[in-house]
């Protein structure tokens, strides 16, 4: 193969010294990766190369988190950065790329060119997806790797759709929500799914929602692969015990944007506070963050509510052990990891009814909401503080059982990778 100027080899973990000599090689493109949000896509890879995998890790942008968590900063030094600030290589590949394959150059050109018709993206953004896609296709080639495993079916699956186009490699997606769906058109679901030589669901809802922008003659491409808890929430049970109500705490794992309904639960604890003594912690960051403390403060909220920032994930799993549940009131959602963990643990949850959430949260694992009801996000979260430890103690035991029946990574994984082998 040709090298390229100025490049790096592809960034990987060593195989462990107890692998067999034939490794299954695939790639993992995301869109910035580590994340901290993003956790089951780094536990994901783990539990890939706990069994026969070597998974090289590519992200469009580096990431600008600062890790609590030391595994995410060994996933940090293991992965590969497409857009790092190289231009004179990023044009090199694609000079390069049209020099030795023209064909399949216009091939790449003539997907761009779609891309750019059918969205809101302007001509900078396509042709940096365009020359993203050169860069990903020379270091695969390179790497010897014909395959790559996409997570969101956003921008980082453009780049593996045109990358397909421009060498002999294959692509599969991994579709969360709930940005996909938000503007299936425009992100070229239908498109993507067509192309792709599979597509995973993380809920059955999300299966739906992928069946309704792709061709019927698809539809037996998508498979549901759910995500799985981190498995030190998934084997550390504590029971709930009463403690008082001046003890009483809930506790809210999320980014700090607008489509997780922050300020709609802050708007509740000021309801709750009015009657009853209890802590609120949100764990998390994000854009909103300096609104949130705003609000708080007008509403005199500040011995009540804190915002902790990002914890690690031994911290989180220890509020969790606190609390007496984990309160997320969504407007849009994928199907989020954080309840899958709180649900093992035997914490019960308030969320509301949107997307795959309904698939785990019930009467029978905690409380099931209207998305932008404060009176009902109040009336549950004074629910969960009433209720006897004997109730949440019910509801947790249930969640937990079904979590491990359907989110134990270990158990999900060999299905991703009964897909993945044969195109690896």
Not at 302 to 326: F, H, K
Request: hydrophobic residues 45%; negative net charge; proline residues 6%.
């Amino acid at each position: 193969m040709t090298h390229v100027a100025g490049e790096e080899p592809l960034c990987g973990r060593p195989a462990p010294e107890s692998a067999g000599p034939c490794r299954t090689r695939v790639a993992y493109l995301t869109n910035v990766y580590p994340k901290i949000s993003h956790s089951f896509i780094r536990n994901e890879i783990l539990a890939l190369e706990r069994m026969d995998f070597d998974v090289i890790r590519l992200t469009i942008r580096a990431s600008p988190d600062v890790f609590a968590d030391p595994t995410d900063e060994d996933e940090r030094a293991h992965t590969t950065t497409l857009l790092d600030g190289n231009v004179v290589g990023m044009l090199w590949s694609a000079a390069n790329r049209l020099f030795r394959q023209p064909r399949a150059f216009l091939r790449g050109l003539s997907v761009t060119a779609a891309t750019f018709r059918r969205s809101s993206r302007g001509v900078v953004r396509c042709t940096a997806y365009f020359l993203e896609a050169c860069r990903l296709a020379d270091r695969m080639e390179r790497a010897g790797i014909r395959h790559v495993h996409v997570h969101f079916g956003t921008n980082p699956a453009t780049v593996a759709r045109i990358a397909s186009r421009l060498g002999q490699l294959s692509y599969s997606l991994t579709m969360h929500g709930p940005d996909e769906f938000d503007a299936p058109e425009s992100h070229e679901i239908g498109e993507k799914v067509a192309d792709a030589r599979f597509v995973i669901a993380i809920s059955a809802f999300g299966r739906s929602q992928i069946m309704r922008w792709s061709a019927p003659k698809d539809w037996s491409k998508i498979a549901v692969v759910r995500c799985g808890s981190d498995p030190l929430f998934m084997h550390a049970v504590t029971p709930i015990v009463d403690t008082g109500l001046t003890d009483n705490c809930l506790v809210c794992v999320a980014r700090l944007s607008p489509q997780k309904g922050i300020m709609l639960l802050i708007e509740a604890a000021a309801i709750v506070a009015q009657t009853h003594e209890f802590r609120l912690n949100i764990i998390g960051d994000g854009p909103m963050r300096a609104e949130l403390e705003e609000q708080i403060k007008a509403r005199d909220l500040e011995d009540v509510v804190t915002l902790s920032g990002w914890l690690d994930p031994r911290t989180i799993w220890r509020e969790l052990l606190a609390s007496r549940a984990l309160v997320l009131p969504s407007f849009a959602e994928g199907l989020p990891v954080v309840i899958m963990e709180a649900l093992a643990m035997g914490r019960p949850v308030i969320a509301t009814a949107i997307s795959g959430i309904p698939e785990l949260v019930d009467r029978d694992t905690g409380w099931i909401i209207p998305a932008g009801s404060v009176t009902a996000l109040a009336d549950s979260m004074i629910a969960a503080l009433e209720a006897p430890s004997e109730q949440l103690r019910a509801m947790g035991e249930v969640g937990r059982q079904r979590v491990r029946a359907g989110h134990d990574i270990d158990e999900n994984v060999p299905d991703l990778a009964d897909l993945l082998r044969p195109l690896a």
